[in-house]
Structures are given as structure tokens and as C-alpha cells.
């Protein structure tokens, strides 16, 4: 997979055309992204390391409209939820998930993708012992509490109690 990557890479770094829809057509190539993606990131880095500012324009430019396609894929409450997890003061966590609620976001579909982060984090921890960066079990499932908590409440401002309530049994 690595030398297919690696050609791939070459490939798009020497093709004409629209640079956009030749990231699409290699993407919908790929059995899996991570070893293109693995190979643009070595390659920055090596472009980096010997002073390749041109080549590591190139290759900053192909993995960012890569990283660009792959966030399409990624439903939207899952996107909005990454982004909570990120947000530590819960004004702004509450903030964006009203702005997410106003502009058409479902709170069936954050409940979903909340209990599937839930289910995913205690899988890892079972498995692995740690999450990302070695962040405890608690910790996490205490990020994720704060995150439901946020978008319980908001939920109820803007969709009423009993949408709230339906929430909270997911």
C-alpha cells in the first residue's frame, strides 16, 4: 500500500489539469487514506529538512485538499462533536452547538454520534488501556459528559423540554 501511496503522491505532484479533481480521483482510489496521508506528511517532512520550500508547498497543498475531501465524509455531527471536544469553556461549546441547532443540525444525530464516541472510547480503553496522548478513562468519559450535558441544555432552548427529554434517554 505504501508504494501505491508513494506513485500516487509522485503522480499528483507531476499532474495537469485541475489539482482539485485529480486530490477527488486519487482519494476515491485508495483502499484506505492513512498511507497516502502517511507518505505526504514523511515527504513534508523531509522536504522540510533539505529546504524544499516549493516542494513542501506542493505537498502541504495536496495533503490540505486531501484532509479537505475526507472532512466531506465525516457526518456532520461528528464534526460539530470533535469540535466541542476541543472547546474547553462551555459558553463557547454552548455557543457553537446553537449555531449548529439554528442552522438545520438534528439533535437525534448528535445523540447518535455522542453514544457511538461513548461506545468507541470504552472499546479503546478496554483494548488498549489508554486513550490518545494517554489520557485516562475518566477523563475522557468526563469530556464527553460535559459535551452531552452542553447540548442537552442547548437542545432544550431551542427545540423545548420534550426534545431535551428524548435527547437525554439516548
Do not use: C, W
Request: charged residues 30%; proline residues 2%; glycine residues 8%.
Amino acid at each position: 500500500r505504501m508504494a501505491s501511496a508513494k506513485k500516487d503522491v509522485d503522480e499528483l505532484l507531476t499532474s495537469s489539469g485541475n489539482i482539485d479533481d485529480n486530490i477527488r480521483e486519487t482519494l476515491a482510489r485508495q483502499e484506505s487514506p492513512l498511507p497516502i496521508m502517511a507518505i505526504l506528511q514523511m515527504n513534508m517532512a523531509n522536504a522540510q529538512k533539505n529546504g524544499q520550500e516549493t516542494q513542501l508547498k506542493a505537498l502541504a497543498y495536496l495533503f490540505n485538499g486531501m484532509n479537505t475531501e475526507l472532512e466531506k465524509k465525516v457526518p456532520v455531527a461528528n464534526r460539530i462533536l470533535m469540535k466541542l471536544l476541543g472547546v474547553e469553556d462551555k459558553e463557547d461549546r454552548r455557543e457553537l452547538l446553537t449555531s449548529h441547532l439554528n442552522s438545520g443540525g438534528k439533535s437525534k444525530e448528535l445523540a447518535e454520534a455522542i453514544v457511538k464516541l461513548v461506545a468507541d472510547a470504552e472499546e479503546q480503553f478496554a483494548t488498549i488501556g489508554s486513550g490518545p496522548e494517554g489520557q485516562t478513562r475518566s477523563g475522557t468519559l468526563e469530556l464527553i459528559r460535559k459535551v452531552a450535558i452542553d447540548a442537552a441544555l442547548v437542545i432544550g432552548d431551542v427545540y423545548g423540554d420534550s426534545e431535551s427529554d428524548e435527547f437525554a434517554k439516548q
